[in-house]
């Protein structure tokens, strides 16, 4: 026992300097430098301290947006992953093409698809269909929601919202791929013991595989909710007026280039770290023996 | 799958009934025309070499595997007819497996619960009564609150035990409940079933334990190549053997 508990011992003459300095996270010190310079001009300069007024609002929006676009693009990527794993030869093919489609294009291209293409389609359809109700269908309790779908309008429709519903869709495709992969990731022994229990399809996907996929797939999902975070900063080309739109308003009102994208960025960060922090919390809470 | 409606189902001492099953996984043939019959309250005992289609079968019988042809009767209900509900099948035939299978998510009461409440629709406090008293049964009580993660092969097999006959199921299937056990942890998973053969559960087991086929089974059936070689009692197959194959495969297993 002695001897070994010799030879275990740590020698610290041997390991050179370097190593330990390798393992301080400089980085995260050099961030930390940074942000205290900017918290520190935010308070004395006048400057930033207007650029941080100005820009809080949009610190708003972008949470708003981020939050209601990954939230949408959770459900859309459960439906469309349950159906790339899915039996059913339609539903399998929906969730393909819509994957396949949607991935392939770029996010910026598809947000102003869906802003300036889609929604104006989509109007045109459901007045053509409220028009048609009230000619053909004008009956009783029909007529009211006829009227609503024949007057609807395109300035009815926030930007915003085409904005979310945007950035949704298009989540939506990388979401479906993460749940696909974690639903494949666990043992097909859970299946079959599931539905040698008697359980359906279905109970056994939301009471056994899903649970157990979901605390696999939570580090990829903490990815792409900062990646989405990230590219909300895209639909500042709609004139959503978030975070990164707001800088480009304020550059043109006060001309002090430096300082906004300075402000902007720093916000950012704060966003997407303290984001990192709660996945990981999440991780860690929802972690089990396997 | 070609039996239809119209054909009358055999009603009776038989709880399962294969007829002429045939299975393929592309070019290898899993099961070549096999029939068995199994009566209620026997042990059947399948074994034979690896790749023989023990498992192929047993997974037959609660339509994991889906047979190419041939029909299979489980309880007068015929379980390869495209129209029979086999949700309501499989919650009255219980399952074992090699890996346990057991839910690692939930702890052991829940793993013997859920299925009670979800398909069974029976209320918590009922379903954790049965779980309690089928843990107690299989001797590990003290570890209902624990995670499958913190127990040993032979603790997860019983839980698995437990948890299918917590749905009181009429037939009890395991598919080698003990190969991926440590030699010392089999006994105690054998134990608990013989305790169930001796109460009289009607059993179909592929295994290797050719212990247990002495000490419990009814009826040994010998498979290999997908075809049924023999069958017979324990008894019949160990003393005199009539297949050459089988002679020779037993003579490789037994010391």
Not at chain 1, 12 to 34: N, Y
Not at chain 1, 229 to 252: C, M, P, Q, W, Y
Not at chain 2, 24 to 45: H, I, N, T
Not at chain 2, 91 to 117: C, D, K, S, W
Request: charged share 20%; glycine share 6%; aromatic share 8%.
């Amino acid at each position: 026992m002695a001897i070994t508990r010799e030879i275990e011992k740590p020698q610290p003459k041997l390991i050179p300097w370097t190593a330990k300095l390798a393992e301080v996270p400089w980085w995260g010190l050099i961030i930390l430098l940074m942000g205290v310079l900017i918290v520190y001009f935010i308070f004395v300069s006048p400057t930033y301290q207007d650029a941080f007024y100005f820009l809080i609002a949009g610190v708003r929006l972008t949470i708003l947006v981020s939050l209601s676009s990954f939230a949408t693009s959770l459900v859309l990527g459960l439906v469309a992953g349950l159906g790339r794993v899915s039996k059913n030869v339609p539903y399998y093919t929906l969730s393909s093409v819509y994957v396949e489609v949607v991935r392939g294009i770029p996010i910026l291209v598809l947000l102003i698809y869906f802003a300036y293409v889609a929604t104006p389609l989509a109007l045109q359809f459901l007045n053509w269909l409220g028009t048609a109700m009230l000619q053909n269908l004008a009956i009783g309790p029909l007529v009211g929601p006829a009227n609503f779908l024949a007057n609807l309008n395109i300035q009815g429709v926030d930007m915003t919202v085409r904005a979310i519903a945007g950035l949704a869709f298009c989540y939506g495709a990388f979401e479906a791929e993460v749940f696909r992969a974690g639903i494949q990731s666990i043992e097909k022994g859970q299946m079959e013991a599931a539905r040698s229990l008697g359980m359906s399809y279905f109970q056994a996907m939301r009471y056994i595989i899903l649970p157990q996929a979901i605390r696999r797939v939570l580090p990829p999902l903490g990815n792409d909710f900062i990646a989405m975070l990230k590219d909300s900063s895209l639909i500042s080309v709609l004139a959503v007026r978030e975070l990164t739109h707001l800088g480009k308003l304020n550059r043109a009102r006060t001309f002090r280039t430096f300082e906004t994208w300075n402000t902007v960025a720093f916000l950012y960060l704060i966003m997407t770290l303290s984001l990192s922090l709660l996945v990981k919390f999440m991780e860690r809470r929802m972690a089990f023996e396997e | 799958m070609k039996s239809s409606v119209s054909e009358p189902l055999p009603m009776d001492d038989d709880i399962i009934i294969i007829e002429h099953l045939y299975k393929g996984f592309g070019k290898v043939k899993a099961l070549v025309d096999v029939s068995l019959r199994v009566k209620r309250g026997e042990v059947c005992f399948i074994f034979g070499p690896s790749g023989g289609g023990k498992s192929t079968l047993l997974r037959c019988i609660n339509h994991l595997e889906t047979p190419d042809s041939g029909r299979i009767i489980v309880d007068g209900i015929p379980v390869t007819h495209a129209k029979t509900n086999i949700d309501l099948v499989r919650a009255e035939v219980g399952m074992v497996f090699q890996l346990f299978n057991l839910f690692p998510h939930l702890t052991v009461r829940e793993n013997v619960t859920l299925a009670q409440q979800k398909v069974r629709k029976r209320p918590k406090e009922e379903a954790t009564r049965v779980a309690l008293a089928l843990l107690e049964r299989v001797g590990i009580p003290e570890k209902a609150d624990a995670y499958p993660g913190q127990l040993s092969g032979g603790q997860k097999q019983r839980v698995a035990i437990a948890r299918a006959l917590a749905m009181n199921p009429k037939i009890m299937l395991f598919d080698e409940p003990t190969s991926a056990l440590d030699a010392e942890m089999i006994k105690e998973v054998l134990d608990v079933m013989l305790d169930l053969a001796q109460e009289g559960m009607t059993m179909v087991v592929v295994s290797h334990e050719m212990g247990f086929a002495k000490a419990a089974a009814d009826r040994m059936v010998f498979l290999d190549g997908g075809r049924i070689i023999e069958e017979g009692t324990p008894e019949e197959l160990f003393k005199n053997p009539k297949e050459e194959r089988t002679k020779q495969f037993l003579s490789q297993v037994l010391y």
